[in-house]
């Protein structure tokens, strides 16, 4: 057994795992892109209160936020085949590849998280802002997208950009299922090198510098998006991107 | 659709068995993340010279660390150190006397610091200035003031982000069966190697933590109209 730790190991791990941040990304991209449009029906469903699928979407999101990642992604990989399988007489299990079963993960929590965060950023604009839109003869549709919505994803920016590094974070579990992602490509190396520590040590370095750009990336949107130009007082407007 | 009803209340059963670990990884890391994070938060606040800002670069940095690759690497040094550790400190015994579990609560505790600092910072920050100055033009310390005057009134506003934290230390402490540590989710799923009933096995570590979160959520529902009484319903 050598050292714990080589650079030069690190190095030469660094085009090994690159290649499958893809996969990272593209489960971030399927949960996000799906999610808000799974979550805004769950939105319209609690706004509507619509009858029986009201309480259901209450029971759902209470379920998601309720129960770890992990476990959601065990009950998809396992309890997907078992629902589908005796009904279209398939198997699953061997013709998708696991990345899928991540892929619907994802987005199921997704549409959870996110129904919270744009139900709250919904309700957070007085509805005598609806009013005033449909005074001035605009019809229902066009008060929501002209008047509601562009204040709405103000509202919503912040804590969507917080969900969105927690979710990068949370696709490091996809490996527990067998997807190669970052962290599965690392175990990978490790069995095949007995040295996994660099490729862990990489991994971490790619999820810091992740993490950081999403945040730099949201306190820009969040500073362009500042139609009060800092006059609304309480909010995050002068905050630097870290906080000191 | 096969759901055997008799697997899923032994892994209910199992899964129960094994809840007390699932305590000790949440509610150590919590009182350790308490009084370190409020320690950090404070430094933070009052800006105490170069502290601050290695607090603020620290605790911005890790917490872009997943939990899970933290907790892998964490378990790799220690596997490969731990003897040579043990042996420079003449400590007696080997790694096999030591109980994993410790592990997934170091690694927990150090996420736990880093969220816990960031809601109670944020707390902080919502009291005003004119508190800390009102405090000592009656001649309170900087500490009575922090504790007497400062910390009441934080309490409430900060329950409803540590809520989220605990319930989030719940979630994440499933993510330790990764590394062979057995709670709710490797306990659930003891029998399922069995039966090869994995689906009713995770069915059943699910509703545990469901029940546990949501009576979590519950309680500190209680413990927030409770602590902010005195804030007339500000909050509630």
């Known amino acids: 057994m050598g050292k714990l730790f080589e650079w030069s190991r690190f190095f030469e791990n660094i085009p090994k795992i690159l290649p499958y941040l893809t996969v990272t990304f593209s489960i971030v991209f399927y949960g996000t892109i799906f999610g808000v449009l799974l979550a805004v029906f769950i939105v319209l469903i609690q706004i509507k209160k619509i009858r029986v699928l009201y309480q259901i979407s209450k029971v759902y999101v209470s379920f998601m936020r309720g129960t770890p990642m992990l476990v959601q992604l065990m009950l998809i990989y396992y309890g997907l085949p078992a629902i589908i399988d005796p009904l279209l007489g398939t198997s699953i299990n061997r013709d998708w590849s696991a990345v899928v079963f991540a892929y619907v993960t994802f987005i199921l929590n997704q549409g959870a998280f996110l129904s919270v965060i744009f139900y709250s950023a919904v309700t957070s604009i007085p509805y005598g802002q609806t009013e005033a839109g449909l005074s001035v003869g605009l019809t229902y549709y066009q008060t929501f997208i002209r008047i509601i919505l562009p204040q709405m994803i103000r509202v919503a920016l912040p804590p969507f950009g917080s969900d969105l590094v927690g979710l990068f974070q949370g696709s490091s579990l996809v490996f527990l299922i067998g997807v190669t992602d970052i962290m599965g490509r690392a175990k990978t190396i490790g069995s095949a090198t007995k040295h996994v520590l660099e490729a862990y040590v990489f991994d971490v370095i790619i999820y810091i510098i992740i993490s950081l750009a999403v945040r730099l990336l949201f306190w820009y949107l969040n500073k362009r998006l500042d139609y009060t130009n800092g006059r609304r007082t309480g909010g995050k407007e002068g905050t630097p991107w870290i906080s000191t | ?236």
């Open chain 2, 1 to 236: 659709m096969d759901f055997n009803i008799n697997n899923f209340v032994e892994s209910f059963i199992y899964g129960m068995k094994y809840f007390p670990n699932t305590l000790r990884l949440v509610f150590i890391p919590l009182g350790v993340g308490l009084v370190l994070g409020t320690a950090a938060a404070l430094v933070r606040v009052y800006k105490v010279p170069v502290l601050c800002k290695i607090l603020a670069f620290v605790i911005t940095v890790y917490q872009g660390v997943p939990i899970i690759v933290a907790l892998m690497i964490y378990n790799l040094i220690f596997m490969m150190k731990y003897n040579d550790f043990a042996a420079f400190l003449h400590l007696k015994g080997t790694i096999a006397d030591v109980d994993q579990i410790w592990i997934g609560i170091f690694a927990l505790s150090l996420t736990a610091i880093c969220s816990i600092s960031e809601a109670i910072r944020g707390a902080l920050l919502s009291i005003d200035k004119g508190q800390d100055e009102a405090g000592y033009s009656v001649g309170l310390t900087k500490i009575q003031t922090i504790y007497r005057i400062i910390l009441p009134q934080m309490i409430p506003v900060a329950i409803p982000m540590l809520t989220n934290h605990v319930v989030g230390l719940i979630k994440a402490s499933s993510v330790v069966m990764a590394i062979g540590i057995i709670e709710i989710v490797a306990g659930a799923t003891i029998p399922s190697s069995r039966t090869y009933s994995f689906f009713e096995g995770y069915v059943a570590a699910a509703l545990i933590y469901w029940i546990f979160t949501v009576m979590i959520e519950y309680l500190a529902k209680i413990l927030r109209k409770h602590t902010g009484r005195f804030r007339r319903n500000l909050y509630d």
